[in-house]
Every structure is written in structure tokens, then in C-alpha cells.
């Protein structure tokens, strides 16, 4: 390993003050901001929240597919080290706005995706936070990063240690995207068949979530999480912790009894908060009791405007109704979907641990990638 300076091996070219007045409604052309950098290293797509511009600028501010962007304001706590790589959307050219670098790898010296996970490592942020400057907003220019110090390999184990660990991160991106797909084909086979039971096209019957179900509430508080636990610990937060011990070992739909009363579902061993609750139904109606939560939970978050709604309780729960058809093909095709979900899911929390545990040892040189 070789200690040098970020400056040896790369440069960072500087985001353009695109004129607001060049914002329009819809333009081929999409700045990317400092919100698309997150901080899990990724970058963070939303086409609600797209930025659309239709102005005279330099060709040299587009970006392309796999270029690294890293910010220089640190927007929210933490964010500096944090990289992300410009993606492919279909009809977007996304250009480089202000307050946002392109890395620029020297040739023969630096890999891009190397690069993504030196600049992710505690050396890199710790330094690059000792150096930011500003009270409300902290900044950091490109001479921050060439300043700082750290230990690299020969660039031909750079370009084999960062597609090693780019590929897995490609991989577990991939399994999200399907789920998100997944999910909206779920919701809209749901829709469909609810249309039907309730304009009497189908036979059955409703019933309600107490019919089925026994409605539990974990028992943990806040501190129980432990980071890098052995299981999953589900809480009121969108964020999936880590605990050490388990008390449940189902498949089971969890819902936040509190905050933005968010909606999941598992299979596995787990804990819960003790403001979440827990539902675990026959397998036959896992998928239909979870799409049947989460719609009733939605309505929930729409009265919750104000101070109307802080929390549900128990027998919310218990009332979320449902239709369970004679004619079970549906069901069995959500439980086929959700399934699928969950096998994605599983596989990406392998990825995830393989990758963090790889990680330190092939950036620091304690472990190398044979030919």
C-alpha cells in the first residue's frame, strides 16, 4: 500500500450556477443536485423531484452513465465522502450544477469505482470533515480533497477490488429496482380484484384483520438495537435495525404504530419495537393481509393532517378489513409475488454483509483478488 495524496490520483471539476430562470416543466436536461448524492453512497433518483432545464451551457458539464460525483456542501450531517455514479435514464441528460464535483480519475494512477469506496472509508470523511468550512452549511473545495492523505494499491487491484464490490452493489440495486416493480404489480392486481369484490363480480365474503389474525405489539424499546446484530429489529422508522436476540421467527407484516405509520412485511427471524405491530397470518393470506394494511394504513396517513391521527391503535388494526375470495388464483399469484420480494430482499441482506465485511480488508490491503 502506498501512501500518497487524493490530489496524485484524481481532480474535481466544479458543478455550473445554472440561472434559475431556466427552470422549465419538462426538458431533456436534469441538473443534478446535491439531494441525488445519499448517504448510503448511492445516487438518489426521483422523478417527482426533478430539476428541469432549458438554457444555453457548456457541453462540459454533462455527465454520463458511471461518472462520480461527490458533493462540496455538506447538505445533511455526514454526507461528505459520501459518492454516487451517474446512472442511465431513458430521455435525461443529466447535467453538473453547482456544489457538486465530478471526480476525475488520473489515468493509469486511479479506478472510478475504487475511488467510490476510498472516499466512503472513515480516513477519507474524517479528514474531509476536519477541513470543511461554514456554520449553517459546511463547504469543502476541491483543494480539500487533494489534501487528503491515504493508503492505496497498484491501479490494476484498484480496477479488480472496485468491480468486485461494484458488481455486488449493481446487484443488490438491481433486486430494489424488481421489488419496487413487484410492488406497484402487487398494488395494482390488489386494485383490481378489490374493484371487483366490492361491485359483486367475484364471490366471497368480507371479514376483518381480527377474523384471522392475532394482533401482537413488540416489547422492545429503542435501545434494544445493536449495530451489526444478528437480526432484524423492526421499529416505527422506514430504516430496518440490527439486535442480537429474536423473538419472532415468521413470515409477518409489521406495521409502525406511530410516525409515518409505514407498512412491512417478513419472513425470518426477528424483534420488534414495542410500538409496532405485528400481524402473522395463515400463508394462504400473507400477501392479501399485508396489500389489505397497507391501503387502510394509507387512509390513516391521509387524516393524519395536523393532529388529527398521532398513533393507531390496536383495534384499528384489528378492523383493517378484507375479501377473501372462493376462487383462491389471485391470492396464490400475491403470494407467488411476495415471495419474490422476499427472496430479493434476503439475497440483497447476504450482499450487503459479504460487501461490508470485504470491504475494510480489501481497502486497507489485508485481503487481495487473485486472477
Not at 13 to 21: C, E, I, R
Not at 138 to 147: A, G, H, K, L, Q
Not at 211 to 236: H, M, P, R, W, Y
Not at 279 to 305: N, V
Request: hydrophobic share 35%; aromatic share 12%.
Amino acid at each position: 500500500m502506498n501512501k500518497i495524496k487524493l490530489g496524485e490520483i484524481l481532480k474535481v471539476k466544479h458543478g455550473f450556477a445554472f440561472k434559475s430562470q431556466n427552470y422549465v416543466n419538462k426538458s431533456e436536461f436534469v441538473l443534478v443536485t446535491l439531494a441525488n448524492i445519499s448517504s448510503t453512497n448511492n445516487f438518489q433518483f426521483n422523478e417527482k423531484k426533478l430539476t428541469y432545464y432549458n438554457g444555453e451551457f457548456s457541453n462540459e458539464y454533462i455527465l454520463n452513465e458511471d461518472d462520480l460525483i461527490i458533493p462540496l456542501t455538506e447538505q445533511v450531517i455526514g454526507l461528505f465522502g459520501n459518492t454516487a455514479f451517474i446512472p442511465k435514464v431513458k430521455g435525461i441528460s443529466f447535467l453538473l450544477n453547482q456544489r457538486v464535483g465530478k471526480i476525475i480519475p488520473i489515468k493509469n494512477r486511479a479506478n472510478n469505482y475504487y475511488l467510490h469506496y476510498l472516499l466512503a472509508t472513515d480516513l477519507v470523511r474524517k479528514q474531509l470533515e476536519h477541513r470543511a468550512s461554514g456554520t449553517k452549511q459546511r463547504n469543502i473545495s476541491p483543494n480539500d480533497v487533494y489534501d487528503v492523505t491515504v493508503f492505496i494499491c497498484d491501479v490494476k487491484e484498484q480496477k479488480k477490488i472496485g468491480e468486485l464490490l461494484y458488481n455486488m452493489e449493481r446487484k443488490i440495486n438491481l433486486n430494489n429496482k424488481i421489488n419496487d416493480n413487484l410492488e406497484k404489480q402487487m398494488k395494482l392486481l390488489y386494485e383490481i380484484f378489490m374493484f371487483k369484490a366490492e361491485n359483486k363480480k367475484i364471490n366471497g365474503s368480507f371479514v376483518t384483520a381480527r377474523d384471522l389474525v392475532e394482533v401482537l405489539t413488540g416489547k422492545e424499546d429503542a435501545n434494544f438495537s445493536i449495530q451489526n446484530g444478528k437480526f432484524n429489529f423492526f421499529t416505527c422508522s422506514n430504516e430496518i435495525l440490527k439486535c442480537n436476540e429474536y423473538k419472532y421467527d415468521s413470515s409477518s407484516i409489521l406495521i409502525a404504530g406511530n410516525g409515518d405509520f409505514n407498512v412491512k412485511h417478513y419472513t425470518g427471524k426477528f424483534n420488534a419495537y414495542q410500538r409496532t405491530y405485528i400481524l402473522t397470518p395463515q400463508k394462504d393470506y400473507y400477501a392479501l393481509l399485508y396489500l389489505a394494511s397497507l391501503y387502510r394504513i394509507e387512509s390513516f396517513k391521509s387524516k393524519s393532517t395536523g393532529s388529527i391521527v398521532k398513533f393507531i391503535t390496536k383495534e384499528d388494526i384489528e378492523n383493517i378489513p378484507l375479501f377473501i375470495p372462493e376462487n383462491k388464483s389471485i391470492i396464490n399469484i400475491l403470494n407467488k409475488m411476495i415471495i419474490l420480494k422476499e427472496n430479493n430482499f434476503s439475497e440483497n441482506e447476504i450482499l450487503i454483509k459479504l460487501r461490508d465485511f470485504l470491504l475494510p480488508l480489501l481497502m486497507n490491503g489485508q485481503a487481495t483478488i487473485s486472477e
